[in-house]
């Protein structure tokens, strides 16, 4: 049981956990940040410095994994898109993880934490999160992921899927579940659950079944969580 910050295998992080047999992806995926010129730490963005941004192909797989866990894509006004990345302070070592990658699309200098009272319960609770600058390459992930800005699973998620992807999709929105894997995909319809599920079998021929999760009060619905079957975990393993 250890770290992906530390490259290290057979990982398995905390509420972000993921195992990680493969030594070399991982650490091809640390090792091939993009950090390049384009890398501004203060103030506005002229509009060629937001052109000149783009996203190369490791990125757009963690793009794609994280969109369908706890990414938000925002696009305020029809402007350009930004990425914004929030998680509770228990995960804080794998929000720093990601802006490792993303930090040179960001100018922000760390991510910062954030207290907030939830009056429900009148607890206390702290997240760290970090955002990017707003670019015309995220546009295209706005697009594909969110219908009158609620986010939704393009159809063609079978073809966007990689096993980079699916590591980061476990680990941003995953957790170990007795002898398989639980995927929280409560937000999405049923219909979408479905073909992610399908996805799944279809592309990395993970077997899976889609458990229903009762409303805790009659003001709210039915929602579906993807759990990766006992016969798949070997599968699954490998491939993230």
């Given at each position: 049981?250890?770290?992906?910050?530390?490259?290290?295998?057979?990982?398995?992080?905390?509420?972000?956990l993921?195992y990680?047999?493969?030594?070399?992806?991982i650490?091809?995926?640390?090792?091939s940040?993009?950090?390049?010129s384009?890398?501004?730490?203060?103030?506005?963005?002229?509009?060629?410095?937001?052109?000149s941004?783009?996203?190369?192909?490791n990125?757009?797989?963690?793009?794609i994994?994280?969109?369908?866990?706890?990414?938000?894509?925002?696009n305020?006004?029809?402007?350009?898109?930004r990425?914004?990345?929030?998680q509770?302070?228990?995960?804080?070592?794998?929000?720093?993880?990601?802006?490792?990658l993303?930090?040179?699309y960001?100018?922000?200098?760390?991510?910062?934490?954030?207290?907030?009272?939830?009056?429900?319960?009148n607890?206390?609770?702290?997240?760290v999160?970090?955002?990017?600058?707003?670019?015309p390459?995220?546009?295209?992930?706005?697009?594909?992921?969110?219908v009158?800005?609620v986010?939704?699973?393009p159809?063609?998620?079978e073809?966007?899927?990689?096993?980079?992807?699916?590591?980061?999709?476990?680990?941003?929105?995953?957790?170990?579940?007795?002898?398989?894997?639980?995927?929280?995909?409560?937000?999405?319809?049923?219909?979408?659950?479905?073909?992610?599920?399908?996805?799944?079998?279809?592309?990395?021929?993970?077997?899976?079944?889609?458990?229903?999760?009762?409303?805790?009060?009659?003001?709210?619905?039915?929602?579906?969580?993807?759990?990766i079957?006992?016969?798949?975990?070997?599968?699954?393993?490998?491939?993230?």
């Amino acid at each position: 049981m250890t770290i992906i910050n530390n490259k290290m295998s057979n990982s398995f992080y905390c509420n972000k956990l993921i195992y990680c047999n493969n030594v070399s992806t991982i650490s091809h995926i640390l090792d091939s940040r993009v950090l390049s010129s384009k890398y501004y730490s203060t103030g506005r963005l002229t509009k060629t410095q937001k052109d000149s941004y783009s996203i190369p192909e490791n990125l757009n797989e963690i793009i794609i994994g994280l969109s369908l866990g706890d990414l938000y894509i925002q696009n305020f006004r029809n402007t350009n898109a930004r990425l914004m990345f929030k998680q509770g302070i228990v995960h804080q070592e794998y929000i720093y993880h990601l802006f490792n990658l993303f930090s040179s699309y960001s100018n922000m200098k760390e991510p910062k934490q954030y207290a907030y009272l939830d009056k429900r319960n009148n607890k206390v609770f702290t997240s760290v999160a970090f955002n990017t600058y707003s670019l015309p390459c995220f546009n295209y992930y706005h697009e594909l992921f969110y219908v009158d800005s609620v986010k939704r699973i393009p159809l063609n998620i079978e073809d966007l899927l990689s096993p980079q992807a699916l590591a980061y999709w476990a680990m941003d929105d995953g957790f170990k579940l007795s002898s398989g894997f639980s995927l929280c995909t409560q937000s999405f319809f049923k219909e979408e659950v479905e073909l992610l599920s399908k996805a799944l079998k279809d592309k990395f021929d993970i077997n899976t079944t889609i458990q229903i999760i009762k409303p805790k009060t009659i003001r709210n619905k039915e929602s579906y969580m993807i759990y990766i079957r006992t016969n798949s975990m070997n599968n699954f393993k490998s491939l993230v």
